[in-house]
Each structure stands twice: as C-alpha cells, then as structure tokens.
C-alpha cells in the first residue's frame, strides 16, 4: 500500500480519546503519538508473537516492542503459562509469598555477581533507590549519572537534566553532575573536583551505538573504589539482552549496585534492584545501622509478575534467547544495509548498536541526524506493515519476517533517495516531522 493510501481513521479517533484523558495521550513519552507522523500513530488492538494489529484492522510486524520489554513475543506461551497457574492462587496478601523467595533464587542464581535482590514494578523506582542507598551508606549528596545516557528514572535527580525540568528546584538540579562514557580521565577529573561529595556513578554498561571501551567498565570499578563511591549499572536494557546475567556478566564487571526491568517480565510489570549484601541489607532488617527505606510498594511483589520473572529466566536459559535475539539481529542489520548501500543511501540510513539492540539513524543531505527523514522513513515502514522505532527484535521474529522487514526497507530507502535528490523531504512527509521526547515545549 502506497503512503497516499494508507490511513488510520480509527487510530486517529482513538488517539483523540486518549488525548481528551491523558495527559501526552499515552502513558510512556516515547510512546506518544508525537514520536510518529502526523495521522500515522496506530493504537494496538492485540499482539501475538512478533506481530501487533491496530484498531484500524491492520498487521505490522513489530520491533522495540513494549520499549525493549517484550523480547520473547506477545503472549508467550511459557510466560502465560506460568502467569495462569498463580492467578488463580491469589496475586497480593498481608505477608509475603513463597513466590517471592523463589523468584528471588532464580534472579541470583542468574545474576550470580548479585547477592540479595528487591523486586519492584518499574525501573525508574529501582535506580532511585539505589541513588538513595548510595547517598544513606555514603554520606553525600551528589549523584554523577553518565551525561551520553538518555535516560534514568522520572524522579527529580535524573529529570532536572532534561529539557523538561520544569518544576524541579535548582537546589535539586545542583546536585547531580555527569561524566562522559568511555571517558575514564573525564570522570576522575570530575571525582577529583568534587572530591568527598559523589555518592555514586550511575551508567548503562554498554550503550545504544557502542561496546564499552577496552578496560573502561574496570577503570571504573577502581575509580568508585579509590574515590569511595558507589557503582550503580543500569541493566534495564542490557539485562538479558547483552547476557542473561546482563552486561556485568559479559564483561566480568561487578557493580555495588544493578537495576534490572523491561525483559525481566515480557511485558508484565516487574523491576530489581539488586547488589553487594552490605549494602541492600541497610534497607533490612538485620543490621545495626541507621535504616534506609530503600523500596516498598503495594504492588512491588505480585506473584504473577514474579512468576513471569521466573519464567522469563527459565525460557532465556533453556532456549539459549540471548544467542538466538543476536542471530536474528545480525541478519536484519546485514539486510538493512544491503539495501541502503544498493539504493545509494548507505550514508543516510544506518544501523547502529549492538545485534540485539539494533537502532536506526536517519542523517539529511549533510549528513546530520534529521526528524523529517525519520518521519518520511516511518512513514514508509508503516505503511508496508512495519512498526519500527527502532530495529530492536524480539525471539519471536523469524526468517520471513525479516526478509520482508528488508523488503519494506528497500522500498523506504527508495524514497529516501529521491528526497535526498530533491534536497527536500517536504513533499513525502504529509505533516509536521517527528518530534524529540526530551524538549521544552510541546
């Protein structure tokens, strides 16, 4: 279906509802209907396996999706399975569940550099309790976040870095700082300048487009150390994708302090914090010191999301799904780029990171990232039957979906060089371009 054709009636009237109720017209920034072309943001009906279907009727094969959450599929057979056997058990009572000592094994003996584990419902929550772990057993106030990283938690200590500080007071603001990734001179030359004040340094292990360098994660193991701070990975991401022990697995790097969500539950809502017994026991009960209160909600230990949890772990272990989400990664790269590179766009639509966190970049005649070639290039997925914010794929994909992502691709690409032959997108794109999530106004 060509672009001129292709149309969203109902999504458009849905869009409007959710609009009228909620504030953004969704729950999650990055999935507002900004982030798409004008008339183009399609509201899922239901999704199975790979594949999701609007309310207008039409199948897309889906990537990103649920943000990075759903990395076995929609409606997983094996996590559904699970799920059932403790709804019908009772999901939430005055005391703890049995399920949560077993989920708890199963996360440590995943994450084996992990020593106790709290479970909560999202990620955001679980970093910011391991700022305020770090800042209790430390004694300082400041918190160091790697400025390259685009995001770390809602709360105040992370937002009052954004665009969208608004409402966030400066003395707030004054107390965070950021270091550069694979920048080991950088950070201890900001360690050195707030000598005694950082509480922690907070990264994602591994980034969106690079490996981390040669002996970095390592050097900053010793700068924590030398500086008596504490190093807090932010494995929402790199958890089970990069390793089922995440990134520190890979690379043999223990932190004092993990966060994990998104694939942890596929879909279903649950988040850890995780790390160094001396540590997260100042959150317990059995220690002498001044009590942090590290993490505690209502909601935080369900028994079907916990159940979920487990089995996540069990089916990415027994099915080797970190191996496989690599495999089908590096074929969807090495198909995208053919037919970039064949439709004389190489230089202008890349495929970036690593094969199970694929990211695209669309760059303009100059060769600068551009929201109007993204939205002429999402407009032309969509209308193929391709969801794509991004390439990163689920273990439910196959080698069919693939080749007619590439297919939709080419087409795409297509497009694009007439643009770029234009010198102007404008007449492809049918509204106003895609918008960044972090901006000052709406």
């Known amino acids: 279906m060509s672009t001129e054709e292709f149309r969203l009636p109902r999504s458009q009237r849905a869009n409007e509802r959710l609009h009228a109720m909620i504030p953004g017209g969704a729950h999650t920034y990055a999935k507002g209907d900004d982030q798409y072309p004008e008339h183009l943001a399609p509201v899922i009906s239901h999704g199975h396996g790979a594949h999701v279907w609007d309310v207008d009727g039409n199948r897309y094969i889906e990537y990103g999706s649920g943000l990075r959450s759903v990395s076995l599929g929609h409606a997983h057979p094996r996590v559904l399975e699970a799920v059932r056997r403790e709804l019908d058990r009772g999901s939430n009572f005055v005391r703890p569940s049995i399920v949560e000592a077993d989920a708890a094994e199963r996360f440590l003996a995943t994450v084996p550099s992990a020593e106790m584990v709290k479970f909560a419902k999202n990620g955001s929550d679980a970093t910011t309790a391991a700022v305020r772990l770090a800042r209790a057993v430390t004694g300082r106030s400041r918190v160091a976040i790697c400025g390259d990283h685009p995001f770390f938690s809602v709360d105040d200590?992370?937002?009052?870095?954004?665009?969208?500080?608004?409402?966030?007071?400066?003395?707030?603001?004054?107390?965070?700082?950021?270091f550069p990734y694979g920048d080991l001179s950088a950070t201890e030359e900001m360690l050195t300048r707030?000598?005694?004040?950082?509480?922690?340094?907070?990264?994602?292990?591994?980034?969106?487009?690079?490996?981390?360098?040669?002996?970095?994660?390592?050097g900053l193991r010793d700068l924590a150390d030398r500086h008596g701070c504490v190093l807090v990975?932010?494995?929402?991401?790199?958890?089970?994708?990069?390793?089922e022990a995440g990134a520190q697995g890979l690379y043999g790097v223990t932190p004092d302090l993990s966060t994990f969500g998104k694939a942890l539950g596929n879909g279903f809502a649950v988040s850890a914090l995780a790390g160094r017994r001396d540590l997260m026991e100042r959150g317990g009960l059995r220690h002498s010191g001044e009590r942090v209160f590290l993490l505690s909600t209502t909601h935080g230990a369900e028994t079907h999301s916990l159940a979920a949890a487990m089995a996540v772990l069990t089916t990415y272990a027994e099915e080797g799904i970190t191996a496989r989400l690599h495999a089908l990664g590096e074929r969807l790269a090495a198909g995208v780029r053919e037919?970039?590179?064949?439709?004389?766009?190489?230089?202008?639509?890349?495929?970036?990171?690593?094969?199970?966190?694929?990211?695209f970049a669309t760059l303009d005649e100059n060769r600068q990232p551009s929201q109007?070639?993204?939205?002429?290039?999402?407009?032309?997925l969509l209308a193929g039957g391709v969801l794509a914010p991004s390439f990163v794929v689920s273990s439910a994909l196959d080698d069919?979906?693939?080749?007619?992502?590439?297919d939709v691709v080419a087409q795409a690409c297509a497009v694009?060089?007439?643009?770029?032959?234009?010198?102007?997108?404008?007449?492809?794109?049918a509204g106003r371009p895609v918008k960044p999530v972090f901006r000052p106004f709406a």
């Open 339 to 359: 037919a970039a590179a064949g439709l004389g766009v190489g230089d202008h639509v890349l495929v970036r990171g690593r094969a199970s966190n694929l990211v």
């Open 233 to 243: 990975f932010d494995e929402m991401i790199t958890g089970l994708r990069w390793s």
């Open 194 to 218: 707030y000598e005694g004040e950082i509480a922690c340094l907070i990264l994602e292990p591994a980034t969106t487009h690079t490996e981390p360098p040669p002996g970095y994660l390592a």
């Open 416 to 429: 694009y060089r007439k643009a770029l032959d234009a010198g102007d997108p404008g007449p492809w794109l």
């Open 157 to 178: 200590w992370f937002i009052a870095t954004t665009p969208m500080s608004a409402g966030i007071p400066a003395a707030t603001t004054d107390l965070t700082v950021t």
């Open 400 to 406: 069919a979906d693939i080749d007619r992502t590439v």
């Open 372 to 380: 109007e070639y993204r939205t002429l290039f999402l407009r032309q």
